[in-house]
């Protein structure tokens, strides 16, 4: 059932109805909660509303709850649910059947719950041995609505009977006769389609459990066997059962509850910010219960191991061979900016930064800025370190690792290249998900978290379905080519992008006109994520609203299939360098302020063309699509253009940190 679905059901049925007013009476279903994945704001409340109209015992904290209703379809998908909220869980034997199947073949114990009118409109239960008869299983099966008619005038048969769970009225009588069964049924947890409730609310009558039950289980207490690996235990012959004033009075907390919860919500529902930032608290209180304790995260425990190993390491214990290395001199020199030193292109610790860029991300997609600049810095370090490192000891007397780096070496050196914390990154379901939305591009890891904490999304399918209409261009134009985004370009390809984008540059302007390709491919790698060029010209009047008229030419050719961006800020303050502000003024301008266009680039030539669009018209390109950056810089700023747009983020980083509070300037790719 899709959203938009639940919300034309329960925007078609009036909710405001009291339970006695539309003939639903959920009051004596145990709690329940409504999964918002796949719901919007608007259709969870309308969902709640709903079960409070009827009576029912609505609860916000899923591990109170023993119905959870969702607009979900898989079996898979209300096992994630639980798994993201920490419920942990144990399915029942499908050999035994479902929970309705067992009670109804249990000849001592089966029977059905009927229900019945007092004179002051409540209901009441009792229970009938159930007949092996055809005609009345077929009473139990019909998916059709239960009426009182059906069952011979008698009441109407109760659907949660289905489920084993009993109406409050008949606890106490059942649990002495199914002490078992009874006191099990605490313990089930049942997901049921949200099209429950929507036929509830159409046909105004109650709807079978069996037929929109989509996953039941056994919930598994805080640390805890699962029942499998449970030794029995001996029965105490107590009651702990509510009777039903206690439990009415226990319904009447919850709801009052509720109703204050929403009187204090619809106070600040006007103020968009207190919205946001009370969306921000929630998703990070969530994801805080996520990851804690995880060894891709901070921990208090690792500065106790750390500290172990700093004071019984040595070159020996490590199995250090061989001369010492040559220390560098900005190791000596103990320079801490990734300016001052070279960079390689293939450092000889490539296997082990690539484990701790893994972990950077980890931590990025966790919101640990604070981890993600420490990771950075050391991986900028290691990765200008010349020799292969040999021990700890030796990582701690490179500028910028520290001793949680240091454990890590230490770590991945002494099990042959594995760690730990990448097993737990690789098997999180949560981070997995994470990062498949981070890897959109337009979408950064604050916009994934969002996606999976506030609306219950889970895969790309789930945006689709979804979410569409509510993302930007730029982010519609990142999920369509999600796979093609993601291949790597060749240095090849590389350059016969740029090749073209100066064609139709010099066509513009002369051939004086130059074209550098930075980035990936200017670092010397051999494949690149996009494309980044950099037109430039010795007259400053050539470059002025350049960028406009490339595009255009561009996309007349076919290369350019979308523009994702164009920028024209340079243009604009004619080409003018910024002023070199305060050193004290928090006031800032980006990345750069250079004209720019982002476009999704795609090859409009390949081998067969003409044979292909000869034997049919329409037929599709079959290049990817790829992504390409298009910078106009004038001359006298070209020397920082392209350190800013070849150098990496940490880079970028430093040398602004070094110009500002070493030499008092300011540096910026715009000049």
Known sequence: MSSSQSSSTLQGDSVANTPEASGLDFSYLPSI????????????????????????????????????????????????????AQVRTESLDRSMGNVSSRRLNNPTAASVTKSRKLDDGRRSSMRSPVTSTAEDASKLTDPGTYSPAQNGGKGAINPMSQLSITTPGSKRMAAAQEPNSIRDSDSIITVVKLEWLHHCLMKQALQPFELYTIYEARLIPPGSMVASERPPQPSTGKDTTMNTSEQSELGKEVISGIIERAKADAEVNTNPLIRRARKRDHIKDVMSKDFTGRTFTSSAGDKRRLQLLRQTTSEQDEGFLGPVPTTPDWVKEKKIYSCERITLTNPPNEAFIEQLKKIRTARLLT??????????????????????????????????????IAQLFHEWRESNGHLQAIDDINSDPVLQVLNLFYNIWGIGATTAREFFYGRGWRDLDDIVEYGWKSLTRVQQIGVKYYDEFKLKIPATEVELIAGEIKAHAVRLTDSSLEAIIVGGHRRGNLESGDVDVILTHRSERATLNLISDVVDSLEASGSITHVLSLSLTNSKRDQQPLPLRSLTSPAGHGFDTLDKALVVWQDQNWPSRAADLAADPEMRNPNPHRRVDIIVSPWRTIGCAVIGWTSGTTFNRDIRRYAKRVKGWKFDSSG
């Open 367 to 404: 919101a640990d800025e604070v981890g993600v600049r420490a990771y950075s810095t050391s991986i900028a370090s290691l990765a200008a370190y010349p020799h292969k490192i040999s021990s700890a000891q030796e990582i701690l007397s490179i500028p910028g690792c520290d001793q949680k």
């Open 33 to 84: 909660y409504v999964l918002p994945a796949h719901l919007s704001e608007n259709e969870l409340h309308e969902a709640e509303d709903a079960l409070v109209a009827c009576g029912a015992l609505l609860t916000h904290e899923i591990k109170d709850a023993r119905i959870l209703l969702g607009n979900i379809s898989k079996e898979r998908r209300a096992r994630f649910e639980l798994r993201t």
